[in-house]
């Protein structure tokens, strides 16, 4: 029943307890933070078929080998060798598309030490794993108090339980450096379990919790983004974006990731945009630059300097030929023969400004004469 179905999404499974007591967890693909599609699916080659992609809570996961000789597949729970004790991970890749995973982390099979996976996963670790996790929400609220009686200027942004209960993972943040060797002792003594600190940024929390962009789509750093690049504001600057914070920042409060995936784009276009450094000279008055639009490598100029009223466009090709001819003393006629060229992009119909054209005529006439015929058979 639904009612009994648990849906635990940080780890891209749920999880529900049968009639007979039994827990039985599923593997659901889409619900995993950093998803990779395998589009080498059926493709089998012997030499890839030991290595396997195993994944544990949010973004961690890693390469593991099978030396067990049990015959594992895509959503198989399985128990991995870990620093110390073993854990409980979900496998999510199997096949080529693993080989493609170890190139883009630059792991080399034959160099590589590649941890273990020792078997599936039985119905008593699948208890004990889910134990554990369960204690995570209490300890990671438990631990930002002791955090809070030390005075550390730090922040517990999560808390990840190994899969036999003996170790956790405590995820913070913090803009310098912290000592918490006293706050390690306190949470070895309030939990009873090995503690492991990771320091993680910003840009990674909100990748943890998720969320939707104000583009309407899933968090980039919660999607897809596996490594965080850096962001300055002249990304932003040779876009011709607007230099508001509450605009370019994004939901973990820093620069929008996305503000890096045209520049590449924008810098080659304004290549073709002429600097200027002067009005544009003509016959009836100065030109001043108003706006640039980059991509279409059109710019816009007006007779009032700082006025947006009325802007004419030119090409960036004409601008040029515009200023060789001021640096020769030419003064062209005027801007606006030109701009008009420009502008007329649309040429209107007959029907254009008649509002009855979005109507049904066909309709309309056969409501007609059904009315007419209605009219005559009551007369």
């Known amino acids: 029943m639904i009612e009994n179905k648990e849906f635990d999404c940080s780890r891209g499974c749920t999880v529900e307890r049968k009639e007979d007591g039994e827990l039985k967890c599923t593997y659901r693909s889409g619900c995993c933070k950093l998803e990779v599609f395998n589009y080498l699916k059926g493709v089998n080659q012997e030499q890839y078929d030991k290595y396997f992609e195993v994944r544990f809570k949010n973004t961690r996961k890693g390469i593991y080998i099978n030396d067990s000789g049990q015959s594992i597949k895509t959503g198989d729970k399985v128990v991995v060798e870990a620093a110390t004790g073993h ?4 496998v999510t890749l199997e096949g080529p598309i693993v080989a493609a995973q170890m190139a883009a982390k630059h792991i080399n099979p034959e160099e590589f030490e590649f941890r273990k ?20 929400q209490e300890t990671m609220i438990r631990a930002r108090q002791l955090a809070a009686n030390l005075s550390l200027e730090m922040k517990i942004g999560d808390v ?18 912290v000592d918490f060797r006293q706050l390690i002792k306190d949470f070895a003594e309030e939990f009873h379990i090995r503690v492991e600190m990771k320091q993680i940024g910003a840009r990674q929390e909100a990748g943890l919790i998720g969320g939707l962009g104000i583009c309407g789509r899933e968090l980039c750093c919660s999607n897809y983004i596996s490594s965080f690049k850096s962001i300055s504001t002249s990304a932003a600057r040779c876009q011709d974006l607007s230099l508001n914070p509450q605009k370019l920042a994004g939901q973990c409060g820093k620069l929008k990731c996305c503000l890096n995936y045209e520049v590449a784009a924008y810098m080659d276009a304004q290549q073709y945009i002429p600097r200027l450094h002067q009005p ?9 630059l108003a706006k640039t639009d980059i991509l279409a490598q059109t710019m816009y100029f007006t007779y009032e300097k ?21 640096r020769k003393g030419i003064k062209p006629e005027t801007i606006k ?38 009219r005559k058979s009551n007369e």
């Open 337 to 374: 023969p030109a701009a008009e060229a420009v502008q007329k992009d649309f040429v209107a119909t007959e029907d254009t400004d008649d509002i009855s054209r979005f109507d049904n005529k066909k309709a309309a006439k056969k409501k007609h004469r059904h009315n007419n015929r209605k």
């Open 280 to 288: 544009l000279e003509f016959q009836d008055g100065l030109a001043y």
């Open 87 to 90: 854990d409980l991970g979900i």
């Open 117 to 136: 996976i020792y078997r599936k996963a039985k119905p008593l670790d699948i208890e004990k794993w889910r134990e554990a996790t369960a204690r995570e």
């Open 160 to 177: 990840e339980f190994q899969g036999d209960g003996t170790k956790a993972i405590f995820y913070y943040i913090a803009n310098g450096r």
């Open 306 to 326: 700082g006025s947006l009223s009325m802007l004419y466009p030119l090409k960036a090709s004409e601008v040029k030929e515009i200023m060789e001819l001021n």
